[in-house]
């Protein structure tokens, strides 16, 4: 392990691979790392097509397609940003956890491996989506020295799995825990900045009321968030740091805020009034039946995408807004270390929203 510690220093081109490069997490860690001169090859099953970024399509649970596909790749940094929703934590466990050992083994042979960072997220504290924020949780704001919850979850397989062939491979590790991650990526399964806008979009062309779709608790209490590009800065220096190797870190934007001021900004963005709160509307029973509307606005104002189902997560943005618990991150340990990054999460929203109008995915 030392030997991986004294390679940081030298002057030698990184080579990133970063795993999940089409969505919210890795197309932004993809430009980041291109922009600033490093080799990177962008892995998804259905690679986009990025400036400095080499694709390439496997599929995580095919293992001997993905040591074909990775044959002629030699990463000094892996950056792991993807997984694969089932229909219980059980199978989560299986398959996630598949993924990142089909991964880790595939990367083996080459023998060039330095670094490893995994995304995860706060399911880590809150526990996962069968158990989602019931139990005895950890007190706010989450750190992460707090122990892992006494229930099955796909984070700590991931972990596990990690861990397991760091001390195999001796290469170092990071994991990077982010709260709700806004960003752009169409088809994305979780994706609360892009649905909130296609709402606010449909309820501006219909008149229908914004409504806050979530809890009281949620409306009221102090929360965060992090910027997809937030997230990519604070990986790559967990990645370049050694005083941050072989830890886990918190990763939010650096600021808190209600919903009850955040969804009067939104609101503003878009040009229309926020609905005064009258208990919790679900966007899934809201947008019901919006895929005709969004469909005649896509031909109304010559919109690229008319499949509302590639655009909007409303179950996600449900489940994250309808906590009837406060959810705030402490950034301490990244802080002491060097990471004093900050961005305002209004206006990453903002950000998001006119890069979605700008590629014509809202009006």
């Not at 999940?20 to 099953?45: F, K, T, Y």
């Not at 984070?155 to 990077?176: C, I, N, T």
């Not at 990645?239 to 918190?250: G, M």
Request: one cysteine or more; a negative charge.
């Amino acid at each position: 392990m030392q030997a991986c510690f004294a390679l940081w220093g030298l002057h030698m081109t990184n080579q990133a691979l970063v795993v999940g490069a089409s969505g919210i997490v890795g197309s932004a860690l993809s430009r980041l790392l291109a922009d600033e001169g490093w080799n990177v090859a962008g892995l998804a099953r259905r690679p986009n097509i990025q400036a400095g970024v080499t694709p390439i399509s496997a599929d995580l649970l095919d293992p001997k397609a993905l040591a074909s596909a990775l044959a002629g790749i030699s990463p000094t940094h892996v950056f792991l940003s993807t997984w694969a929703r089932q229909a219980s934590e059980a199978e989560n466990i299986r398959v996630n956890a598949q993924m990142v050992r089909n991964l880790l083994e595939a990367v083996r042979p080459a023998g060039t491996v330095r670094h490893v960072a995994l995304v995860t997220g706060l399911k880590h504290y809150l526990g996962p989506f069968e158990a989602y924020g019931k139990g005895a949780l950890p007190q706010t704001p989450f750190r992460e020295e707090q122990r892992r919850l006494d229930v099955e979850n796909f984070y700590y397989a991931q972990e596990d799995e990690l861990f397991a062939a760091a001390e195999r491979d001796g290469f170092s590790w990071s994991v990077h825990r982010p709260h709700t991650i806004t960003g752009i990526a169409v088809g994305n399964a979780m994706n609360m900045a892009t649905t909130l806008a296609v709402y606010a979009s449909i309820c501006r062309h219909t008149g229908r009321p914004f409504r806050f779709p979530g809890s009281d608790v949620q409306w009221n209490s102090l929360t965060d968030m992090t910027d997809a590009g937030q997230l990519a800065r604070h990986l790559r220096w967990a990645a370049s740091t050694p005083a941050a190797a072989n830890q886990a870190f918190n990763v939010v934007n650096g600021d808190v805020f209600r919903w009850k001021w955040m969804w009067s900004r939104i609101a503003e963005w878009f040009g229309i009034d926020a609905a005064p709160f009258d208990g919790p509307a679900p966007l899934e029973q809201q947008m019901a039946g919006d895929a005709d509307i969004w469909n005649d606005m896509t031909k109304q104002f010559g919109l690229a995408e008319a499949d509302i189902g590639k655009l909007v997560s409303p179950w996600h943005t449900d489940a994250d807004l309808g906590r009837l618990i406060e959810v705030v991150t402490d950034m301490s340990k990244s802080r002491k270390l060097g990471f004093l990054d900050y961005q305002a999460s209004d206006e990453a929203f903002f950000e998001v929203f006119a890069r979605l109008r700008a590629s014509k995915l809202i009006p």
